[in-house]
């Protein structure tokens, strides 16, 4: 069995603990500074294979200790991003496969200077976006000999809405503010660009519905980079209900509160429910020449909270856990492929969703 550490018990990283122990081919270790809060606790009873073990995520001699002690592989962060280069250099250290969620494009930039010359595999940026939302636009871009024009669009949103900020809590409050708040980066015109986030505007209409879409940071992953000089426009946008751009403009930009983020986050956790009952949208669209032919390829899905093995997640959860679920088992059978930095424009699509994993986004 595949030893895993799992570090940070919330909503992400319980379900992917989970997800890995449930197939019996992992040995998945849980740790979290508060091990005995009640939803771990549930989480241990329901998945009794889980290791709870209690580990500071900010103490680096304990988790090399914990790493140690019990003869880890891999560890997966499920952290917020500021704690992840610590978690990466201590993989570093430890020789062991690294796997996180962050969005965070300067936390990417110290993993991969880490990843360098590592003889284990180094996995950034997993999860929906950026994660998923790569491996898809990059297998739409393979259909093209020249390429124009790739919009990746996510949007994790309430199924129903009460609020004048038409939006609830869905994931991580620091990630939320973190890619409202940080500059996005784009390809303009073949040459990389940063863009303003909140702005660039955009009206999307799924299944006769309407939305609105926007410029945030860290969901368009390393695809920028990748397809440097082959694509002409490239961007990456948040999908949500129209007129929640404006309300958060004013929020961030007019009361300056990207610069008081600390206050920002005790305003929408005290004013902005938390819930269970979401959807997550995926639009990816590419437009490019095919036999010198100008033609357009989308993606468009759906996805929707579900029951497994008698406990509710939500789809912003499903959708996270199950592709960095997927990442890791396809990285850990194949060590000889996988090492150093691994781009998730390195797996195709049909892997990803044939993985056993992967079948939540079939």
């Known amino acids: 069995m595949h030893r895993v550490l799992v570090i940070g018990a919330g909503k992400i990283g319980s379900l992917i603990a989970a997800l890995l122990s449930n197939t019996k081919d992992y040995h998945v270790f849980l740790g979290d500074i508060h091990i005995d809060a009640p939803h771990i606790q549930r989480l241990s009873i329901q998945n009794p294979t889980i290791h709870l073990t209690n580990v500071n995520a900010q103490?680096?001699?304990e988790i090399i200790d914990c790493i140690?002690?019990?003869?880890?592989q891999t560890i997966i962060s499920s952290l917020p991003y500021y704690c992840n280069t610590l978690i990466a250099e201590i993989a570093k250290e430890c020789e062991v496969n690294y796997f996180d969620l962050t969005e965070d494009t300067k936390t990417t930039e110290a993993?991969?200077?880490?990843?360098?010359?590592?003889t284990t595999a180094f996995v950034p940026q997993c999860?929906?976006?950026?994660?998923?939302?790569?491996?898809?636009?990059?297998?739409?871009?393979?259909?093209?000999?020249?390429?124009?024009?790739?919009?990746?669009?996510?949007?994790?949103?309430?199924?129903?809405?009460?609020?004048?900020?038409?939006?609830?809590?869905?994931?991580?409050?620091?990630?939320?503010?973190?890619?409202?708040?940080?500059?996005?980066?784009?390809?303009?015109k073949g040459k990389e660009i940063n863009l303003l986030p909140l702005d660039d505007l955009e009206e999307i209409k799924i299944d006769g519905l309407t939305y609105e879409a926007f410029n945030t940071s860290g969901g368009i992953g390393s695809l920028a980079n990748t397809y440097m000089g082959r694509v002409k426009q490239l961007t990456y946008k948040t999908i949500r209900y129209p007129g929640?751009?404006?309300?958060?403009?004013?929020?961030?930009?007019?009361?300056?509160?990207?610069?008081?983020?600390?206050?920002?986050?005790?305003?929408?956790?005290?004013?902005?429910?938390?819930?269970?009952?979401?959807?997550?949208?995926?639009?990816?669209?590419?437009?490019?020449?095919?036999?010198?032919?100008f033609i357009e390829e989308n993606y468009v899905k759906k996805f929707y909270p579900k029951m497994i093995n008698g406990t509710s997640?939500?789809?912003?959860?499903?959708?996270?856990?199950?592709?960095?679920?997927?990442?890791?088992?396809?990285?850990?059978?194949?060590?000889?492929?996988?090492?150093?930095?691994?781009?998730?424009?390195?797996?195709?699509?049909?892997?990803?969703?044939?993985n056993r994993f992967g079948q939540y986004y079939a």
């Open 59 to 61: 103490n680096k001699e």
């Open 127 to 188: 999860g929906l976006a950026p994660g998923f939302i790569s491996v898809v636009a990059n297998d739409l871009m393979q259909h093209f000999p020249s390429l124009d024009t790739v919009k990746m669009r996510v949007g994790a949103l309430p199924i129903n809405i009460s609020n004048a900020l038409q939006y609830t809590l869905t994931w991580s409050t620091d990630g939320l503010i973190n890619e409202y708040g940080n500059l996005c980066q784009g390809v303009e």
């Open 313 to 354: 997640w939500s789809a912003i959860q499903l959708t996270t856990a199950s592709e960095i679920c997927a990442s890791v088992d396809l990285v850990v059978h194949q060590p000889d492929k996988f090492q150093g930095l691994v781009k998730h424009e390195q797996f195709s699509l049909a892997e990803l969703i044939n």
């Open 111 to 118: 993993v991969t200077e880490l990843s360098r010359d590592a």
């Open 244 to 293: 929640h751009c404006a309300k958060m403009r004013f929020l961030m930009k007019d009361l300056n509160l990207n610069e008081d983020r600390a206050t920002l986050k005790r305003i929408l956790e005290s004013s902005i429910p938390k819930t269970g009952q979401d959807v997550v949208l995926v639009y990816v669209s590419v437009t490019g020449e095919r036999d010198s032919i």
């Open 68 to 72: 140690q002690k019990n003869t880890i």
